[in-house]
């Protein structure tokens, strides 16, 4: 049987973040308040973990979760390198709404899905999100709903949609506006032997705008008129509705 805690009762607080330790060591699945919408998170080293979070949102492998972290610096342990636009980026919108696609650190041993060698990393803002992240480590979350349906921006729309499946809810009032976080492609930064670095691509709008973006990345920034559909599918913001997609 599934608990909802009220995150802002300080009591419940302190019950609902020892439940979801424990849930996300077990391997079980929780919802957590984040920045942007619910997120329904689970232990990214845990392959078992990762799947029962697929399973519950109704999702294939081809669709991998991205990956939340608590601090700045986790972010070089997950990527292969984070260069010094991508630096940039983080410094700017860390902790916030913007989700960094990269290639992913060769050393890990997890299994997200379908990657094509690449996680999808984002720091959120919110005392309990961070508070959990710092304890649990990189948890794979995505936005709280059944696919297909909107994401949840309360706990109790999360529990309608995810039930059971989900071990411990941890409700923080509504979210602030219901908008998802903005992911760009920042893997063609990273360079190949001689080839030139490339430009950063929009692969969702969300939170943070495109005039944003361009402030900080100024030319590295794909122009408008480029941005043609790609032909693969790793991570779920490819060829996803904005409001089914990552958190």
């Known amino acids: 049987m599934s608990t909802i805690f009220d995150c802002r009762d300080e009591a419940q607080l302190l ?19 984040t920045d942007t919408v619910y ?34 610096d ?20 860390w902790p916030g709404g913007l989700t960094i696609v990269l290639p992913a650190q060769p050393s890990l041993v997890w299994d997200l899905g379908e990657t094509l060698g690449t996680v999808a990393v984002r720091m959120p803002e919110g005392h309990v999100a961070l508070e959990l992240l710092a304890e649990t480590g990189p948890l794979a979350v ?12 309360s706990a109790l729309d999360a529990e309608k949609m995810l039930g059971d499946s989900v071990a411990v809810y941890l409700a923080d009032g509504m979210s602030k506006d219901g908008i998802a976080s903005t992911i760009v492609d920042a893997t063609s930064l990273v360079r190949r032997g001689d080839e030139e670095p490339g430009l950063v691509r929009i692969l969702r709008y969300g939170v943070v705008t495109r005039e944003q973006l361009h402030e900080v ?31």
């Open 15 to 33: 019950a609902g973040m020892r439940n979801a330790r424990q849930a996300i060591g077990r391997g079980e699945l929780i919802v957590m308040p």
């Open 39 to 72: 997120g329904v998170a689970a232990d990214a080293f845990s392959p078992t973990a990762v799947q029962r979070l697929l399973d519950a949102k109704g999702r294939g492998r081809d669709q991998p979760p991205p990956v939340l972290i608590g601090s700045k």
């Open 74 to 93: 986790t972010l070089a342990a997950l990527a292969e390198s984070v260069p010094e636009p991508v630096q940039r980026l983080v410094d700017a919108f």
């Open 142 to 153: 995505s936005s709280a709903n059944l696919t297909g349906r909107d994401a949840a921006i």
């Open 217 to 247: 990345l100024g030319d590295l920034l794909e122009p408008d008129d480029m941005q043609e559909p790609h032909e693969d599918h790793t991570h779920e913001d490819h060829a996803e509705e904005q409001q089914d997609g990552n958190p």
